[in-house]
């Protein structure tokens, strides 16, 4: 059965978990790295603010040491995992080593400044991983934090420790959320709803990388509006924004939600149709619903394992062309 749905339903699928898509695959490493050095060198100021407590002063070094030595790591080395787990296992190695300075400290005043270091952290892991790993890194965070303080009960009260998570959650999610906003806006049309160039660029990467494992045949086509422009001087430009919004959900309502729709220019739009041969995407095209005046030109190509979206594209409008000549 098919998945009816809006534009603008249909794209949050391929805009979510934007961040760490949008930006350069280093960006993370780098962003980790430093915040990782800026906490070892607050780590060494605080040894020296403290020189009568000589324990205290070893403490504050090792921790120093050893939070420089991730951030080098993190920088060279977590790169080359896969997956972007080394992030992941990164920023569990943080909480865990920050839930065991929980049981080290001797007074309140510290358990709240490390539960403030970990927003940081909290705030990074919003905006740079997946929803799902988010969530159990939350989990995971707060239960090594109340832990800490519940063992070394320095507050006397639950309230403290209580209002530090809140602001952990509280930051991490309303930074996710306005990720998510950003990226979603960044990714599509704003007249539409469909994927722009750019998320168009990120959601046929992520098709190409998923058919690869399994082999299935992959279709691009551009679809072009017949007269558009001709429509849009005899009715006005509030007319033809209706008409691509109309054009837009008809294909919707025909696409599949592992099927891509994106606006690829003014009056173009382009489709990228894994499991389907360009014979079947025909087929597909025939079954759209043209909205009341529309009428449209679709032209398919395989997209082939030996050529970049461009190629594909560039030989999908040729159909195109080929088509609208009756060839």
């Known amino acids: 059965m098919r998945d009816v749905r809006g534009p603008c339903d249909a794209t949050e699928a391929w805009a979510a978990n934007v961040p760490e898509r949008a930006t350069s695959s280093l960006t993370p490493y780098r962003f980790i790295a430093g915040i990782l050095a800026a906490t070892a060198i607050l780590a060494v100021l605080l040894a020296f603010a403290s020189p009568s407590n000589a324990e205290l002063r070893r403490l504050d070094l090792v921790v120093a040491g050893a939070f420089a030595t991730l951030a080098v790591s993190s920088r060279l080395l977590l790169p080359r995992i896969r997956g972007d787990w080394g992030l992941d296992a990164l920023l569990v190695l943080v909480i865990l080593t920050a839930g065991y300075g929980m049981l080290l400290v001797v007074n309140a005043e510290s358990q709240v400044l490390i539960?403030?270091?970990?927003?940081?952290?909290?705030?990074?892991?919003?905006?740079?991983?997946?929803?799902?790993?988010?969530?159990?890194?939350?989990?995971?965070?707060?239960?090594?934090?109340l832990a800490g303080a519940l063992i070394n009960d320095l507050t006397g009260t639950p309230i403290v420790p209580l209002a530090v998570v809140v602001v952990i959650v509280g930051a991490s999610v309303m930074v996710s959320f306005l990720a998510g906003e950003l990226n979603r806006l960044a990714l599509t049309d704003p007249l539409t709803g469909a994927l722009n160039r750019r998320g168009l660029d990120i959601a046929a990467e992520r098709v190409r990388a998923s058919t690869a494992r399994t082999g299935i045949p992959v279709t691009v086509g551009l679809v072009d509006l017949d007269r558009f422009k001709d429509f849009n001087d005899r009715c006005g430009h509030r007319a033809g924004d209706s008409m691509l919004v109309g054009v837009a959900n008809a294909w919707w309502e025909a696409l599949e939600r592992d099927q891509v729709l994106a606006r690829y220019g003014g009056d173009e739009f382009a489709v990228v149709l894994p499991g389907l041969n360009p014979e079947q995407a025909r087929e597909l095209a025939s079954r759209v619903t043209r909205p009341p005046g529309g009428s449209w030109t679709v032209g398919?190509?395989?997209?082939?394992?030996g050529y970049d979206l461009d190629d594909a594209l560039a030989y999908a409008d040729q159909a195109m062309f080929r088509a609208k000549r009756g060839v």
């Open 115 to 145: 539960g403030l270091g970990l927003v940081l952290f909290a705030v990074f892991s919003a905006y740079f991983r997946p929803w799902p790993r988010l969530a159990a890194l939350l989990l995971v965070l707060v239960s090594v934090y």
């Open 300 to 305: 398919f190509c395989l997209w082939d394992r």
